[in-house]
């Protein structure tokens, strides 16, 4: 691969995401089905490949209130994104002594705790032999008040614990692929995650409207059509950088600031989460900015969500 939308791919019937970032590169699969366990315990469970070619290079699940949404979620420790939601559920690999665990926090007005480890918890290379090809299964239950997750298979759980109740009881689901210089230890080299058979049980559906291209940048206003008119309470979703960033529902005739979501963090020089109310009907979104003290402006990474 060597190009932005190449990231992820299908190959023989599953998805594959592949990233070789020499600073911090990041991919996230969204579904657009939000986990609900506003009756009970939900389950998020999912296959995917176990070689780790990198430990800076690794994956995580984020579940997240379907408002507070942020595009580029991401600890706060780390040297991109715009930081954790406001209220979140985060599980992410790890390692410990060189081998493969796992670790859970919740997240509570952007300030993130860590769920306690299952007191017998262990790398997964202590029960399987890691493989590219083969696809193990990792399942995540969640409830209001307590988190597990690990391998069922193997009998091999990272965490199983209560939590302090939550005061929100669904989310957007969000699968990530990191890399972080991958080749920066030696003998190290980016790896290709391998997912499959992907499921949410019981789920709270919602729209996303997908708007191509992946990436834009232009001197003069941008022209977004899309491919049906916009539902009520419907949001654009993006990320851009740069000065101004604004939008116009009218051709062009009136303009307003586009709005970000709450987030975290923001820099000049990253890119920001938008999160911007679109007026019901609407088929076509013009944008346009200006260049910041780094350099042009850009925007990309276009949906309309709805629910």
């Excluded at 390692?95 to 952007?110: E, H, L, M, N, P």
């Excluded at 300030?111 to 890691?130: D, G, I, N, T």
């Excluded at 979501?261 to 999160?275: K, L, P």
């Amino acid at each position: 691969m060597s190009q932005y939308e190449q990231a992820v791919f299908l190959c023989n019937d599953h998805v594959m995401t592949a990233l070789n970032a020499d600073g911090y590169g990041m991919i996230y699969l969204t579904p657009n089905q939000m986990v609900d366990f506003s009756a009970g315990e939900a389950v998020v469970s999912f296959d995917l490949s176990t070689e780790r070619t990198s430990l800076r290079d690794w994956v995580d699940i984020w579940i997240t209130p379907y408002e507070e949404n942020v595009q580029l979620v991401l600890e706060d420790r780390l040297p991109d994104g715009n930081g954790e939601p406001r209220n979140a559920i985060h599980i992410r690999m790890d390692q410990f002594d060189g081998k493969t665990i796992f670790r859970a926090s919740v997240v509570r007005d952007f300030v993130a705790e860590r769920v306690a480890q299952h007191p017998e918890s262990k790398p997964y290379e202590a029960v399987l032999e890691p493989s590219a090809k083969k696809r193990d299964r990792f399942e995540l239950r969640i409830s209001r008040d307590h988190l597990k997750f690990g391998m069922p298979e193997h009998d091999l759980w990272w965490v199983d614990a209560p939590i302090a109740p939550l005061n929100w009881q669904n989310g957007v689901v969000q699968f990530g692929h990191h890399s972080y210089n991958p080749t920066k230890c030696d003998g190290c080299t980016p790896n290709t995650w391998h997912w499959d058979t992907i499921a949410i049980s019981p789920t709270r559906p919602f729209t996303i409207m997908g708007l191509g291209p992946a990436l834009l940048h232009a001197d003069a206003s941008t022209r977004l059509m899309l491919p049906q008119p916009a539902p009520a309470a419907a949001h654009l979703r993006f990320t851009a950088i740069g000065e101004q960033i604004e939008l116009s529902f009218d051709g062009g005739t009136t303009w307003q600031a586009a709005q970000s979501q709450r987030i975290e963090q923001r820099a000049d020089e990253r890119f920001t989460s938008y999160w911007h109310p679109l007026p019901p009907g609407t088929r076509e979104v013009q944008l346009r900015g200006k260049p910041f003290w780094g350099g042009d402006w850009y925007a990309r990474n276009f949906s309309v969500w709805a629910k």
